[in-house]
Structures are given as C-alpha cells and as structure tokens.
Nanobody, 115 residues
C-alpha cells in the first residue's frame, strides 16, 4: 500500500523560501506523473506543479518562475522549492499522482506566509 507523506511546511515571512518534500512509502513507479497541490481556506484544491517521468514540468501561472518541482526516483521523493512566497501562497500543500488518486491524499503540510 502506498502512502504519501508531505513535510517541510511552516511559517515564513513574505519573500521567503521553503522546500517541501513528499516521501512515498511503498512503491510508486517512476513512470507516474507526480503533482503538488494546495488548498487555501475556503477554496478548492488546485494543482500547483507536476512532473512527469521524463522530468518535464508544468506550473500553475500563479507560481511560474517562483516554484520548482523535482523528483528523486531513487529515494521515491518529490520536492517543491518555493521562493518569493507571498500571502497568497498560504495553504495546505499535498502531493499525489497526476491525475490524483483519492486514496493517496495524505495529511498535507501547512504553509503560512505572514509577517
């Protein structure tokens, strides 16, 4: 059974950076496209970034140029480097396959951008 565990969130000042990690227990084939998602209070969950098996990446317009998704298949881990954070990035961040599989949603990691 696969579990996805997100970590690395926290409180950061505007303009700051964070690096999120998503560790997969069990086996997630490197053939799968992985994504980072986020859900802000009162809003629907949205796709932030995705990376396919070949390393091709796509980003939501709101994070393009600020966020970088990467993966280490040997470690079964996906990362999200977030720079130039603003209040609008405050959300719970999740990783999942893309398209997502409902039973793989984890607890997420809270990112709060505030001074």
């Amino acid at each position: 059974q696969v579990q996805l565990v997100e970590s690395g969130g926290g409180l950061v000042q505007p303009g700051g950076s964070l690096r999120l990690s998503c560790a997969a227990s069990g086996s997630i084939s490197s053939r799968y496209t992985m994504g980072w998602y986020r859900q802000a209070p009162g809003k629907q969950r949205e796709l932030v970034a995705r990376i396919n098996s070949g390393g091709t990446t796509n980003y939501a317009d709101s994070v393009k140029g600020r966020f970088t998704i990467s993966r280490d298949n040997a470690k079964n881990t996906v990362y999200l480097q977030m720079n130039s954070l603003g209040a609008e990035d405050t959300a719970v961040y999740y990783c999942n396959l893309h398209p997502p599989i409902s039973r793989y949603w984890g607890q997420g990691t809270q990112v709060t951008v505030s001074s």
